[in-house]
Each structure stands twice: as structure tokens, then as C-alpha cells.
T-cell receptor
Framework: GENVEQHPSTLSVQEGDSAVIKCTYSDSASNYFPWYKQELGKRPQLIIDIRSNVGEKKDQRIAVTLNKTAKHFSLHITETQPEDSAVYFCAASSSTGNQFYFGTGTSLTVIP | KAGVTQTPRYLIKTRGQQVTLSCSPISGHRSVSWYQQTPGQGLQFLFEYFSETQRNKGNFPGRFSGRQFSNSRSEMNVSTLELGDSALYLC??????????????FGNGTRLTVT
């Protein structure tokens, strides 16, 4: 089955700096890669996603890049703010049905 | 639109008991998935239902089962509870139209504690 690895597991940045979280996947048939943000005690919420026919997608301060050849994708957050502090999960779709494999999460802390 | 609703929010059970968790998806969403979230393992896929059929099953023992009703609501059952089953159980629904993967919309989860 698919294996998704996510790094780093924890990340601290100063407010205003950028944060980058990286994920690798093993199944070349995966074609959809969402990112979720989970604040403490809350549900995971989709923040951005990318499909395999696109190399980069941006939404305001958040961007995701995908390298299909190398089988890795990354989340970039620019001009970080304290409210960006949360756990971020990457995910890769299964080649069969609507099943996702999640990374183990990155706990991001933005220091004011 | 109302979001994904899970009940109950919290459950405390003892070893050997069984438990049933409920999930109501977003209106119009026919795909319902269940995930187990633990601090060490992250989110682990349990199973996914679409139009009352289980399409995928994760690597969990047979004690974990589920079903989906004609109105897309889903239930998950865990029998013969073990201490290691203590976790946050998340339900997610998605539109999944046209054969394309679509994003998951999660509920708030059910926090199960087994003592």
C-alpha cells in the first residue's frame, strides 16, 4: 500500500518567517494530494490541495508544490502568523477509491 | 449546509465491551470514511463506504466494522474493546463525483476511552 512520510515532525518559526513542510509518497498511481490543518481540539480542515496534473498551486499565503518524478510534495506558508500554529497533515490518495494515506503530522508553532 | 456530525462526542467503555459510533455526512455526500487518530500513529484509515457498499478497508482487525444506510449516514462498531482502541475516531464525508478523488470533510470526532 501507499506510504506517506512527512518532515519535520515539529517546526518553530518567528512570526513573519516562512515555513516549509515536506512529504514523500510511494505509490506512483496517487493523483490527489490534500493538506489539512488541525488546531488543538478541533477537526482537521482542508487548507489546500493539488492534483497530479499540476505542479504548483497557490492560495494567498499558502502554496503547494508537487514533483511527480521524485514523488514528493511540499506545503509553503509565507508571512506566518500566530494563528497558523497547528498540526498540519499531508495526504495522498489511494489508486482505488476515495481512500487517503496521511503523513504523521507536523506541529507548527509561530512565535510572536 | 450543515457539516459532518458525529455522535457521541465522548465515550468511556471498559475492556471487552462493544461500542457503536454514528456519523451523518454533509447533505449530498455519498462517500463516508472512518479514520482512527492517535498521537503516535496519526490518522489511520479504517474503511470507506459509498452508496451503502464498503469499497475500501484498512489494516484493522475484524473487530472493527461499519455500515452505511440508504440516507448515507454511517455507523462504526468496535467489538471486544481493547485498551489500545482508545483514540479519536474521525468520520469524513466527500462528494466523490465523476470518479475523481475529492477532499474529505471531517466531523469533530468521537473520543473513545477504554479502561
Amino acid at each position: 500500500g501507499e506510504n506517506v512520510e512527512q518532515h519535520p515532525s515539529t517546526l518553530s518559526v518567528q512570526e513573519g518567517d516562512s515555513a516549509v513542510i515536506k512529504c514523500t509518497y510511494s505509490d506512483s498511481a496517487s493523483n490527489y494530494f490534500p493538506w489539512y490543518k488541525q488546531e488543538l481540539g478541533k477537526r482537521p480542515q482542508l487548507i489546500i490541495d493539488i492534483r497530479s496534473n499540476v505542479g504548483e498551486k497557490k492560495d494567498q499565503r499558502i502554496a503547494v508544490t508537487l514533483n511527480k518524478t521524485a514523488k514528493h510534495f511540499s506545503l509553503h506558508i509565507t508571512e506566518t502568523q500566530p494563528e497558523d500554529s497547528a498540526v498540519y497533515f499531508c495526504a495522498a490518495s489511494s489508486s482505488t477509491g476515495n481512500q487517503f494515506y496521511f503523513g504523521t503530522g507536523t506541529s507548527l508553532t509561530v512565535i510572536p | 449546509k450543515a457539516g459532518v456530525t458525529q455522535t457521541p462526542r465522548y465515550l468511556i467503555k471498559t475492556r471487552g465491551q462493544q461500542v457503536t459510533l454514528s456519523c451523518s455526512p454533509i447533505s449530498g455526500h455519498r462517500s463516508v470514511s472512518w479514520y482512527q487518530q492517535t498521537p503516535g500513529q496519526g490518522l489511520q484509515f479504517l474503511f470507506e463506504y459509498f452508496s451503502e457498499t464498503q469499497r475500501n478497508k484498512g489494516n484493522f482487525p475484524g473487530r472493527f466494522s461499519g455500515r452505511q444506510f440508504s440516507n448515507s449516514r454511517s455507523e462504526m462498531n468496535v467489538s471486544t474493546l481493547e485498551l489500545g482502541d482508545s483514540a479519536l475516531y474521525l468520520c469524513a464525508s466527500s462528494l466523490q463525483a465523476g470518479g475523481y478523488n475529492s477532499p474529505l470533510h471531517f466531523g469533530n470526532g468521537t473520543r473513545l476511552t477504554v479502561t
